[in-house]
T-cell receptor, first 113, second 113 residues
Framework: KAGVTQTPRYLIKTRGQQVTLSCSPI?????VSWYQQTPGQGLQFLFE???????NKGNFPGRFSGRQFSNSRSEMNVSTLELGDSALYLC????????????FGPGTRLTVL | GENVEQHPSTLSVQEGDSAVIKCTYS??????FPWYKQELGKGPQLIID?????GEKKDQRIAVTLNKTAKHFSLHITETQPEDSAVYFC????????????FGKGTKLSVKP
C-alpha cells in the first residue's frame, strides 16, 4: 500500500506570494492533518480535515487555510507569505477522525525569500 | 492546553548501549502517546505507541513505558545500532480522543560505531 504523498517536495517563493501544497493520504484513510516543522518551534499542528470538513484547527493566522476533497486528498494554502513561513510542511493521514495512529508524508520544504 | 516536554535534546551512545528518552505531559485527559523517528530529509515515522490503559509496550529492541500518575512516558532502545541515529519525537494526543497531537521538541540520538 502506498504511503502518504506530498507535492511538491521543494518550493521557493518570495514574500507576499501565496502557495498551495498538496497531500494524498494512504488509500482508505479519510482524515488528513497538517503540521508545520521549524527548528525553533518544532512540530506544530495546523489543522485536521475529515470528510471535507475542518474539524480541528491550531493556533495559526488566517493566512493558513486548507481544504479536503471528496477523494480525501487535501491542500493547504498560505497567502501573503512571510519569511517566517519557511518550514517543512508535513501531512499526516489516519483512518478516521479521532483515530490515534497518524502516518506522515515526506513533507514539502518551503523557502520564502 | 496540552504541553509536552522532552529530554534530553541530544543523546550520544556507543553502539550496543541502551538509550532512554523521557517525556512529560500536562493534560491528564491525554490517552494516546506515540513516538516518531525522523531521519534527515524524511517525514516522521511511527515506531511505537502506547495508550493510557497500558503501562508498557515492547517491539523487539524498542519499548515504551507510561506512568499516568506522574504524567510521563519514556522510550527505551536497547542494543543500539548506527542506523538508530535520528531525531526522535514523543507526542501526546490533546483533549482526549478528539484532540490533535502535541509534540515534544525532539531528541537527536547519535549512535557511535
Amino acid at each position: 500500500k502506498a504511503g502518504v504523498t506530498q507535492t511538491p517536495r521543494y518550493l521557493i517563493k518570495t514574500r507576499g506570494q501565496q502557495v498551495t501544497l498538496s497531500c494524498s493520504p494512504i488509500s482508505g484513510h479519510r482524515s488528513v492533518s497538517w503540521y508545520q516543522q521549524t527548528p525553533g518551534q518544532g512540530l506544530q499542528f495546523l489543522f485536521e480535515y475529515f470528510s471535507e470538513t475542518q474539524r480541528n484547527k491550531g493556533n495559526f493566522p488566517g493566512r493558513f487555510s486548507g481544504r479536503q476533497f471528496s477523494n480525501s486528498r487535501s491542500e493547504m494554502n498560505v497567502s501573503t507569505l512571510e519569511l517566517g513561513d519557511s518550514a517543512l510542511y508535513l501531512c499526516a493521514s489516519s483512518l478516521t477522525a479521532g483515530t490515534d495512529t497518524q502516518y506522515f508524508g515526506p513533507g514539502t520544504r518551503l523557502t520564502v525569500l | 492546553g496540552e504541553n509536552v516536554e522532552q529530554h534530553p535534546s541530544t543523546l550520544s551512545v556507543q553502539e550496543g548501549d541502551s538509550a532512554v528518552i523521557k517525556c512529560t505531559y500536562s493534560d491528564s485527559a491525554s490517552n494516546y502517546f506515540p513516538w516518531y523517528k525522523q531521519e534527515l530529509g524524511k517525514g516522521p515515522q511511527l515506531i511505537i505507541d502506547i495508550r493510557s490503559n497500558v503501562g508498557e509496550k515492547k517491539d523487539q529492541r524498542i519499548a515504551v513505558t507510561l506512568n499516568k500518575t506522574a504524567k510521563h512516558f519514556s522510550l527505551h532502545i536497547t542494543e543500539t545500532q548506527p542506523e538508530d541515529s535520528a531525531v526522535y519525537f514523543c507526542a501526546a494526543r490533546a483533549g482526549g480522543s478528539q484532540g490533535n497531537l502535541i509534540f515534544g521538541k525532539g531528541t537527536k540520538l547519535s549512535v557511535k560505531p
